[in-house]
């Protein structure tokens, strides 16, 4: 049966890949997308929060000299992979966009023990292993078989290996309506799959969880603020209070954790 849904995977992939090359979205997912991206990011830079995530991830990634770092999903480059690829030990970027993976290897070819690779992460054909860092930046959430998932992901660390995490929640009661309602319409529904409460647990009895945090459970709210009469000061200093309490408070409260539409974690090998 796992060989079966594996390889229902690996054929789906190869549709995810044509669409990644291709970046075709269909009028619901260009509008979601609008949202996503267009207005809650918005929100986060209005507060100064929109790097939050990627200065956190900076320090987690300690030490890169001595690390053999996996960039998983990284499409042309993410936020850090030119920085992965310069300070690690030994750099591989692998995405299923050949045309993506063409243009990172361009970014990347004057350092000598960096290279990318268009490869499914889940293909017999990805032989590469004993990574001490996957970094996993909005990727994690695109497989839909959890435990498979996690199982490669076992396989493909070094002992005492690392992965940094960064995906969408669908654990807040109005967001998981507004993405129900959707998702009927969404041109790439076959590989979004954001993390539910059961998904986070699958995670945390698989690995240990390090540390984590929270962004846009109170502070999502910022939308309804923005439109009252309310002075441009104002509303920072209620959205910066909502944030401080989204960050630091999901860390240990589930509840809270759980308000929030994305998450990341530092999450470690199991001995």
Known sequence: ??????????ENNKKQKEFYNNKKKNFATAIWSKVRNGIFTQIKKNIGIQDQSY????EWFGD?????????????GNYWSIHLAENAKEYLGIDLSDVAIAKLNERIK????????????LSDD????????????????????????IERLNEKLAKDGE????????????IKIIRTLYRPFQSDAAWEWPFTKKTFYLYKNAFNIVERRGLLGKTKWITLINILPVSNERKTKIGLKWN????????????????????????????
């Open 55 to 58: 200065v956190l991830h900076k």
């Open 126 to 149: 990805f032989t590469a292993d004993k990574f001490d860092l996957i970094y996993a930046y909005s990727v994690l959430h695109h497989f839909q078989d959890t435990n498979l998932l």
């Open 110 to 121: 004057h350092l000598p023990n960096a290279e990318a690779k268009a490869i499914d992460f």
């Open 64 to 76: 890169l000299s001595t690390k053999k770092v996996l960039d998983l999903g990284c499409y042309s």
């Open 1 to 10: 049966m796992e060989v079966k849904v594996k390889e229902a995977i690996l």
């Open 163 to 174: 992965i940094i995490s960064y995906d969408p929640l669908e654990t807040s009661l109005p």
């Open 244 to 271: 401080s309490q989204d960050w630091n408070d999901s860390k240990t409260s589930d509840s809270v954790l759980f308000s929030c539409m994305h998450l990341t974690m530092l999450m470690k090998k199991k001995q």
